[in-house]
């Protein structure tokens, strides 16, 4: 059966799409390729047309999770008027971003799994981590300048990372609620104190 032109770049997308999907939402090491091929429609055996290994696939997932929650971020923080960082900190420590871990960051749903992955995967995500935070460094003062810049810009990365997760973990809501409200002041802060 002959395709069309595309197609297999079509269906290569559509396999990490879904894939993005289920890493940040089931965890990697609970999505089989099998399952994750039923979710696209495909077999299993039509993955290693696309992918030598699962782990090529969370590679480019990653890539790609990182790159598109970075863009949201700049997206917004283009859109915002005047406040930049205000809105890349609310907009990152948000009910809507912690109740959609499929479609939010990559480093708030899977950071404790990439620090077990190999090497090249973690490099794969130390490269989209550092856009990240020449965006955050972005928004910042002009006051705050050189080094300082961008150690201020990685401090409040790794703050709201950490806040989005664990208001993720918790299961009562009001206490999640609070650790997104206390994250986002603690975030506002920084720069105050920076």
């Keep these: ?19 993005s999907e289920r890493f940040r939402a089931d965890g990697i090491d609970a999505v089989g390729v099998v399952s ?10 039509g993955f290693y047309n696309h992918f030598p290994s699962k782990e090529d696939l ?7 999770g990182v790159a598109s929650t970075t863009q949201a971020l700049a997206d ?18 948000s009910a809507e971003h912690r109740d959609n871990p499929a479609g939010g ?21 130390t490269e989209g981590m550092g856009g990240m935070v020449e965006l955050i ?4 003062p002009e006051t705050v300048r050189g080094k300082r ?7 409040v ?11 993720r973990a918790v299961a009562d809501e009001a206490m999640s609620d609070e650790l997104l409200a206390v994250g986002r002041q603690s975030a506002l802060a920084l720069i105050e104190a920076g």
């Design 58 to 64: 969370v590679r480019e997932c990653v890539a790609t």
């Design 105 to 125: 960051c990559v480093a708030g749903t899977l950071a404790s799994e990439l620090a077990r992955r190999p090497e090249e995967t973690r490099a794969v995500f």
């Design 1 to 19: 059966m002959r395709y069309e032109k595309g197609h297999k770049e079509q269906t290569r997308q559509r396999i990490v799409e879904a894939a």
């Design 36 to 45: 994750l091929m039923g979710d696209v429609g495909l077999t299993q055996g």
């Design 149 to 155: 810049r961008r150690l201020l810009a990685t401090a």
């Design 137 to 140: 460094a972005s928004t910042l």
């Design 76 to 93: 917004r923080v283009a859109a915002s008027r005047g406040e930049r960082y205000r809105s890349l900190v609310t907009g990152y420590l």
């Design 157 to 167: 990365f790794s703050s709201m990372v950490g806040t989005i997760a664990l208001s």
